[in-house]
Structure formats: C-alpha cells, structure tokens
C-alpha cells in the first residue's frame, strides 16, 4: 500500500489536470471569441473580465504546481484598473498574460491526455490481469490489448504479461505527474527581472498607500486625542478650578468636584491606554506575537482557533503589523461572513512572516470593495508585503498576507 500511494497521488492530480484541460479549451475558445468581437469593437469592454477570469484558472493550477512540488509559484501580473481601455491594454500587454495563454493552449491537449493515461493504465493492468480468470465465460475468448485472444488456460499467461507491462507504465504515473507540475512551474514563472522590474513600478503606489495609510493613523490619533482625553484632562482642570473657588463657601460641593474630577481622570487615563494600545499594543511585549493573537482569538465572538509556528521574535513594527492585520481581519469575520468558526495560523521563513485568516462563513467578500480588506493591504504594503483574498461564493473566504521581515 505504501508504493501504491504515491500512484493514487498522481492519479487524482492528472485526473484534476485533465479538468482545468477542458476549462483551458473552453477558455480559448471564450478567447477567441472576444478576440474576434474586439476586432470590430463589441468584445474589448469583455477583455478584462475573461483575463481575470482566465487568471483564476491559471491561478489554481500554480497553486497546485507549487503544493506538489513543495514550493510556490510566483505571480507577477500587472494589476486591471482604471478606465476600461487601460484595463483592456493592460491585459493585452501583460508578459503574465501571454504565458497564460502559451500555458492554455499547452495544457488544453496535454492535459487531457495525462488524464486519460492516469484512467487507462490502472483499469488496463487490472482487466489483463483479470483475462485469466474470467475468459473461459466469454464465447470466443478476450481479445487482450495487444491483439491476441485469449481462449485456453495455454493463452492465459498472455494477459498476465500484458497487465505486467501496464502496471510497469502505471508506476510511472507519479513521474508524469510531477512533469506536468514542473511544466507549469516553468511556463507559468515569471521571467528573471520580470518580478523585480514589476516591484519598482509599483513603488510610488505603494509608498503612496503607506504614506497614506500613515497619514489616516496619525489623524486618527489625534482625533482619539483631541475628542477624548484632552477633553476630559480639560474638563478635570476646569472641574479642580471650580472645586478651588468654592473650597471657601462650599467645602461639601467642593469635595462632590474633586470626586468627578478624579472619576474624569481615570477614564482619561483609560481612554489614553486605548490609544497608546492602538499604536503599539502593550500585550506584544508582555506575551509576545503567540500570546497576543490568542488574546485577539479569545474576544473574538466567533469562535477562533489560532496556531502559531516556531516564527521567534521579530522586528517590533512587524510584530504590530501582523497583530493589528489579524486584529482587522477577524472584525471582518464578526461583522460580515456569518461564520460559525474562524482559524488563524501564523508562520514564517528566513526572511517572511506569513499570515493566514480563514473561516467558514458565507463568502463573497470582494476586496475591491471591502474598506476593511483596503486597510490590511495597506498595511502589508507598507513593509513591501503582500495580501491576498480568496472568497468565493459560499466561502469559506481565505486571507493570505506576507510580510517580510528580518530574523
């Protein structure tokens, strides 16, 4: 059973290959037709939209490459925005965008023929190995898949031979598994350069949407600042003031003062603690980035599981980057997935802190829309990371962001 596994493997990943096969011809011919419509001028508003949906399929089958191969395939797509006619260039042109289609039109016939071969050879092993038992029911005798008919316990050994040499075949499926998965790890990367040129045009949006980002956190604390502990510090000056003048004629009022104005300070104080947390939250540094995510799980009113890997210590802005992207993230479960259970893992690399938010509710979320989703990217794009949504309808909704980050 044990040499039998790693078959079974490359059976079900040749099988779903030979799926995304006949979606990658459907989606040429979807291709095709919006190319021609475009040529005339109808099709180009759909050019967008079929690429996005086309970098979907892509997307899966890397995400499936990668997990075989035990290492992630990059993207390296230029982002569809803006006016449609930019959109529409911008997809055309997209180096991504022509290894897409170079790997559609590869995989539509490739594809279908591993899959074929991943169903063909075990069931062919099976019925030549079963020739022997059962050819002496059938008038005339079996026909194996060579050619020759089996009709007499003199032929039988014939069969066998035949099942010998598929099963020889079928051993090698996982090979060919693993070559499909390294085709597509090799169509699908991109270029050297291609993903640092990419970088540095990005560049200016992200340190505009962290100077942004900073600049929205900074009025925030101000706001925090000015609307409530500098009010109630002012109020404890004007309330001590007034217990001052009326030490003399009215002790009793005079007292009755005080007291409010040291019920005022302490909620000043508790209303500074909020602030001071939302800049950088004290549990960070009593209990570390574990301790703190198992606090955020624990007031979460959907039930949370959280597991963190062996991640260390890291640099203190990271380490608030990550417990305030998860702190959102789980507020964007409460409020909107209606989700029964939510789970956050927590692990890294020499050079990465990766982050993953997910939970069962009902999907859907549209991260161009989501102000909640807007706020985690900038974050992430801040320390030049990444976030990625999956939300499908009818979840559950996954939430991927990397950070990197120095040991």
């Not at 170079?102 to 169903?119: N, Q, T």
Request: aromatic fraction near 6%; proline fraction near 6%; charged fraction near 20%.
């Amino acid at each position: 059973m044990t040499r039998l596994a790693p078959m079974w493997t490359a059976v079900r990943y040749l099988l779903v290959g030979a799926v995304t096969a006949f979606l990658a011809v459907f989606a040429l011919m979807a291709l095709a037709l919006v190319g021609v419509l475009s040529l005339v001028g109808v099709g180009v508003p759909a050019v967008p939209e079929v690429l996005r949906l086309v970098r979907r399929l892509v997307a899966f089958e890397r995400r499936r490459a990668g997990a075989s191969l035990g290492e992630s395939i990059p993207e390296a797509y230029r982002l569809l925005d803006g006016p449609l006619s930019r959109q529409a260039v911008t997809a055309v042109t997209d180096p991504a965008t022509r290894r897409d289609l170079a790997w559609l039109a590869v995989h539509a016939p490739v594809g279908m023929l591993l899959g074929a071969l991943a169903v063909g050879l075990p069931t062919s092993a099976v019925n030549q190995a079963l020739i022997p038992v059962y050819w002496w029911l059938v008038p005339g005798g079996v026909e194996t898949s060579f050619g020759v008919v089996v009709d007499s316990w003199r032929m039988a050994p014939v069969a066998l031979v035949g099942a010998v040499v598929y099963g020889a075949l079928a051993f090698r499926l996982p090979w060919l598994a693993r070559w499909q998965a390294s085709f597509a790890r090799r169509l699908l990367s991109p270029a050297p350069g291609v993903r640092l040129t990419d970088r540095v045009a990005e560049l200016p949006a992200s340190r505009a949407g962290a100077l942004e980002a900073h600049g929205a956190e900074l009025r925030r604390i101000e706001r925090d600042l000015h609307d409530g502990a500098q009010a109630r510090i002012a109020a404890v000056v004007m309330q001590l003031g007034i217990a001052g003048q009326l030490r003399e004629r009215d002790p009793d009022k005079a007292f009755e003062l005080v007291g409010k104005a040291q019920d005022t300070a302490i909620d000043a104080l508790a209303e500074l603690r909020d602030v001071v947390r939302s800049i950088y939250p004290p549990v960070l540094s009593d209990r570390g980035l574990d301790g703190a995510l198992s606090a955020l799980a624990a007031r979460c009113p959907v039930p949370c599981t959280v597991e963190v890997g062996p991640i260390g210590r890291r640099p203190a802005a990271i380490e608030a980057a990550a417990y305030f992207i998860v702190a959102e993230a789980l507020t964007n479960v409460t409020k909107h997935s209606a989700a029964e259970h939510a789970s956050v893992s927590i692990d890294s690399t020499d050079d990465e802190l990766l982050i993953t938010v997910r939970d069962d509710g009902r999907g859907g979320a549209d991260e161009r829309r989501a102000t909640g989703i807007v706020g985690i990217q900038r974050r992430a794009d801040a320390f030049d990371g990444r976030a990625q949504l999956s939300s499908p309808p009818g979840g559950p909704t996954v939430l991927r962001v990397e950070l990197p980050c120095a040991s």
